[in-house]
């Protein structure tokens, strides 16, 4: 007896351009399905309709998303009336979203969150005791003072893991997970993933698991549908997707996955010291009486690219804001080719400044969305050169060539470029002065693994063009033999192993990288 059936669904746009093409699926009690695909698939369109939810503009056309409470007959959820699939919401199917921050309310604590879950559909037992019961099976403290906490006093797997609890709170027939580890280091998110298929196996709750990550979806589920432009193009059970996959679409999305195992031993000889372009020593940075940094020290030689990893909290991001003279408060020294740097950029020469160059994390956030991609490429050409405006123009056509982008997006605004698109143009950006060091900080995390495999390949090709440095920062452990020749390591704002990356890969010395290794999914 299924949990959730999902028969030829068709989903459109109010002006009737279609979005699902017949989806259809199903999921029994307990298992585990995964909904694969890259942004754009529908994915996360297919997801919520199990809701009976759908975005702005777009429109259920035809189909049934029947639902099975405990015992109960099933519901077509979108012939319900809106009250009705409120009702079920949260009791019958619940919802955890990609980003913890979203499925919660910042200005109430968190006890009172998950109690309200419970008290809006009339929990028949005692909240008081199902809340710390719940609270329990995430694997979070069920004390009273730490449910007065509120969500900003926890970090983001700690998030994350209330989210969760609110959606098994009632013991729910289904749930639709969107994403949950996505932005989480490797360790939180083996954590998350494995209260998931804990609580799915004890309550005998049918999972649907919606991720673009070919290797999370090799840890936790036990069938895998693929979709591809609106269609369910494969499917199957996971072993049988992942590893004899059918259909070419499956096939290339296996390809781009980066693994830690390196198809060949490859020599690494330490290069001499005096070759060193960027160096840092004894950094340190303190918040209040919280100390981010203890002392780093962290060398970038002439064309080589180090993979600085570290889980959340561990000052990855602190550390290379702080060389590009982002972090002000930072004690210790930066070198450029031995001249010290200070530690303000403001303060730094434009001929640093030029040399020293940073790419964002988020594609989304990190351009001007009212100017257009060459007027952003542009700026740093303005702001830290003395070219004219046709000099200026010539090499923000060259830079866009360089990072693959067609003249025709140009003249567009941020928000008419796709997410790999948007990461190319920051790139361009970047490299509009010609860095002789390029920090870039988690560049490929919030993008699909294609396009993620298309932006290494980017670096790689430009670092040997150019002869460039990359310090390539990082929670993913995976992507290291794909991007680096090097790896340090950072734990609690020190580095506790650094070397080779066949080295620390085969061989690590450190207990704490060991440990990342084991916790990083594999196919």
């Known amino acids: 007896m299924t949990a959730l059936d999902v028969t030829d669904l068709h989903v459109s746009t109010v002006d009737d351009t279609p979005v699902?093409?017949?989806?259809?699926?199903?999921?029994?009690?307990?298992?585990?399905?995964?909904?694969?695909?890259?942004?754009?698939?529908?994915?996360?369109?297919?997801?919520?309709?199990?809701?009976?939810?759908?975005?702005?503009?777009?429109?259920?056309?035809?189909?049934?998303?029947?639902?099975?409470?405990?015992?109960?007959?099933?519901?077509?959820?979108?012939?319900?009336?809106?009250?009705?699939?409120?009702?079920?919401?949260?009791?019958?199917?619940?919802?955890?979203?990609?980003?913890?921050?979203?499925?919660?309310?910042?200005?109430?604590?968190?006890?009172?969150?998950?109690?309200?879950?419970l008290e809006v559909h009339g929990y028949p037992g005692s909240v008081e005791d199902r809340v710390r019961e719940t609270l329990t099976e995430v694997g979070l403290p069920s004390d009273t003072e730490y449910q007065r906490r509120y969500p900003h006093q926890l970090s983001g797997g700690q998030q994350q893991r209330v989210g969760i609890?609110?959606?098994?709170?009632?013991?729910?027939?289904?749930?639709?997970?969107?994403?949950p580890t996505t932005g989480l280091d490797v360790t939180t998110q083996a954590l998350i993933l494995e209260t998931v298929a804990k609580l799915s196996a004890e309550q005998d709750t049918a999972a649907l698991y919606i991720t673009h990550d070919l290797a999370v979806v090799a840890q936790i589920a036990h069938r895998v549908a693929v979709m591809y432009s609106g269609e369910i193009v494969e499917s199957g059970a996971a072993q049988q997707v992942l590893h004899e996959p059918r259909h070419s679409y499956t096939r290339a999305l296996m390809a781009a996955v980066p693994g830690i195992e390196g198809p060949e031993d490859r020599a690494e000889p330490e290069e001499p010291d005096e070759d060193v372009v960027l160096r840092a020593e004894r950094i340190e940075v303190s918040y209040a009486d919280t100390k981010v940094l203890r002392g780093v020290d962290l060398a970038v030689r002439r064309g080589e690219s180090v993979l600085l990893l570290g889980e959340s909290g561990s000052g990855k991001t602190t550390l290379s804001r702080s060389l590009c003279g982002l972090i002000e408060k930072c004690t210790g020294t930066v070198t450029l080719d031995g001249n010290p740097l200070s530690a303000s950029a403001r303060k730094r020469s434009s001929a640093q400044l030029r040399d020293v160059q940073y790419v964002f994390q988020s594609p989304f956030s990190s351009l001007n969305p009212r100017k257009t991609i060459a007027e952003s490429v542009e700026v740093p050409l303005r702001q830290l050169t003395d070219l004219d405006r046709d000099q200026r123009r010539r090499r923000v056509a060259e830079v866009l060539e360089q990072v693959r982008l067609d003249p025709e997006y140009a003249d567009r605004l941020p928000g008419g470029l796709s997410g790999g698109q948007r990461q190319r143009a920051a790139i361009a950006r970047a490299l509009a002065t010609t860095p002789k060091v390029l920090v870039c900080d988690e560049v490929t995390s919030a993008l699909d693994v294609s396009v993620q495999a298309t932006i290494l390949e980017l670096l790689?090709?430009?670092?040997?063009?150019?002869?460039?440095?990359?310090?390539?920062?990082?929670?993913?452990?995976?992507?290291?033999?794909?991007?680096?020749?090097?790896?340090?390591?950072?734990?609690?704002?020190?580095i506790v192993e650094q070397g080779p990356v066949d080295r620390v890969l085969d061989a690590p010395e450190h207990e704490y990288t060991r440990e990342l290794l084991a916790n990083t999914p594999k196919l």
């Not at 369109?45 to 199990?50: E, F, I, S």
């Not at 609890?165 to 994403?179: G, I, N, Q, Y």
């Not at 794909?482 to 390591?489: K, L, N, P, T």
Request: hydrophobic share 45%.
């Open 460 to 494: 790689g090709e430009l670092r040997t063009q150019l002869g460039m440095s990359i310090l390539f920062v990082t929670h993913n452990i995976a992507l290291a033999r794909h991007v680096a020749d090097r790896i340090a390591v950072l734990r609690e704002g020190l």
């Open 165 to 179: 609890a609110m959606a098994f709170a009632w013991k729910p027939s289904v749930v639709v997970l969107d994403e």
């Open 20 to 117: 699902l093409r017949g989806v259809s699926y199903s999921i029994e009690p307990g298992e585990i399905l995964a909904l694969v695909g890259e942004s754009g698939s529908g994915k996360t369109t297919a997801g919520l309709a199990a809701l009976g939810h759908f975005r702005t503009g777009l429109k259920a056309v035809s189909g049934s998303v029947l639902a099975r409470s405990c015992g109960g007959e099933p519901s077509d959820v979108l012939a319900l009336p809106e009250k009705q699939r409120r009702a079920l919401r949260g009791r019958v199917i619940s919802y955890i979203p990609q980003d913890p921050a979203l499925s919660l309310n910042h200005s109430l604590r968190i006890g009172k969150q998950i109690a309200e879950v």
